[in-house]
C-alpha cells in the first residue's frame, strides 16, 4: 500500500513568511509525529496525535510552531513568521496504535533566506 | 536523561568489512530500540529494532548487540557493501505514553568499492 506522504518536498521562503507543511499517513494509522531534522543533526521529535487524545505537543520549539490533524488522518505543521533557524528537513511519521514502529515519508525540506 | 549518544559520528570501511556502530542511553524506561537507516533525500527507513528481554537480534547481513546493564546497543553490518552507504540512527523509545523517539546524532557510512 501507499506509504507516508508529505508534501511539498521543497520550500523556499522569506524570513518572517508564514509556511504550512502536510502530511498524509498510511491509511489506518492513528498516531502521528512530526520530527525535525537539522543539517548533521539527529532527529528532534516536535509533536505527536494519537487518535481523537489530545496532541503531545512537548516537542515544539516555540508559539511560532503548531499542528492539527484533521479528521484523525491528514496532518499540517504551520510555521509562523518563520526564521533563518527554522531552515531544516520535517519529517513526518506515522504508526499503528499496538506497534512501535514508526514509518517515516520522505520529508519537506524548509529553507528560510 | 532523555538522551541516547551516538558513536562515531562517521565511518569508512571497506567492501566486505564489518562496521559497528554504537549507542548508550540512561533512561531505564526504555523498552524499544530501532535503528534506521536514511539515504541521501530520503525519509529513514527501519532497519532491525530490538527489546531487552533479548541480547541479539539478526536480520540478514545485520545484527544488533544489546547490553542492558551496561545500557548500551550496537548494530553491525556483516560483509558491508557499497549500497550500505547511508546514514544509520539509533533510536529509543518507552513502552508507555506517546512512543515518541528519541533519536541518536547519527552515524554517517561510507563503504569503498
Known amino acids: 500500500g501507499a506509504g507516508v506522504s508529505q508534501s511539498p518536498s521543497n520550500k523556499v521562503t522569506e524570513k518572517g513568511k508564514d509556511v504550512e507543511l502536510r502530511c498524509d499517513p498510511i491509511s489506518g494509522h492513528t498516531a502521528l509525529y512530526w520530527y525535525r531534522q537539522s543539517l548533521g543533526q539527529g532527529l528532534e521529535f516536535l509533536i505527536y496525535?494519537?487518535?481523537?487524545?489530545?496532541?503531545?505537543k512537548s516537542g515544539l520549539p516555540s508559539d511560532r510552531f503548531s499542528a492539527e490533524r484533521t479528521g484523525g488522518s491528514v496532518s499540517t505543521l504551520t510555521i509562523q513568521r518563520t526564521q533563518q533557524e527554522d531552515s531544516a528537513v520535517y519529517l513526518c511519521?506515522?504508526?499503528?496504535?499496538?506497534?512501535?514502529?514508526?514509518?517515516f515519508g520522505p520529508g519537506t525540506r524548509l529553507t528560510v533566506l | 536523561q532523555q538522551q541516547v549518544k551516538q558513536s562515531p559520528q562517521s565511518l569508512i570501511v571497506q567492501k566486505g568489512g564489518i562496521p559497528i556502530i554504537n549507542c548508550a542511553y540512561e533512561n531505564t524506561a526504555f523498552d524499544y530500540f530501532p535503528w534506521y537507516q536514511q539515504f541521501p533525500g530520503k525519509g529513514p527507513a527501519l532497519l532491525i529494532a530490538i527489546r531487552p528481554d533479548v541480547s541479539e537480534k539478526k536480520e540478514g547481513r545485520f545484527t544488533i548487540s544489546f547490553n542492558k546493564s551496561a545500557k548500551q546497543f550496537s548494530l553491525h553490518i556483516m560483509d558491508s557493501q557499497p549500497g550500505d552507504s547511508a546514514t544509520y540512527f539509533c533510536?529509543?523509545?518507552?513502552?508507555?505514553?506517546?512512543?515518541?523517539?528519541?533519536f541518536g546524532t547519527g552515524t554517517r557510512l561510507k563503504v569503498l568499492a
Open positions: 496525535f494519537q487518535g481523537n487524545s489530545a496532541p503531545d
Open positions: 533510536a529509543a523509545t518507552p513502552n508507555s505514553g506517546t512512543y515518541k523517539y528519541i
Open positions: 511519521a506515522s504508526s499503528d496504535r499496538q506497534g512501535q514502529e514508526q514509518f
